[in-house]
């Protein structure tokens, strides 16, 4: 298996997208989002009231982090993906 190491600088918050120049590498799931500053954004950034409808009606939580928590507590996501050998 190879890797590689990236480095970057943090310094401007939201949301990335990481990813390989072949369009059907995403639907392979070979993409990635980067969240830069998840505290500076919750404090900074507000959803639409349409897509906190959206998320209330499918019993999806739409207040805190991508767990539903607040600030950097993830506890409760789901688990990521294993890799197949």
């Known amino acids: 298996m190879h890797y590689i190491k990236i480095r970057l600088r943090a310094d401007n918050p939201g949301v990335w997208i990481f990813h390989c120049h072949l369009d059907i590498h995403h639907s392979m799931g070979m993409a990635m989002t980067i969240v830069e ?3 500076v954004l919750q404090r900074t950034q507000k ?14 939580p739409y207040e805190g982090n991508a767990a539903g ?6 506890a409760g996501l789901p688990a990521p993906p294993t890799l197949v050998p």
């Open 37 to 39: 500053a998840p505290d």
């Open 47 to 60: 959803v639409p009231p349409r897509m906190i409808d959206f998320c209330r009606n499918l019993g999806k």
């Open 69 to 74: 928590n607040s600030g950097l507590d993830f």
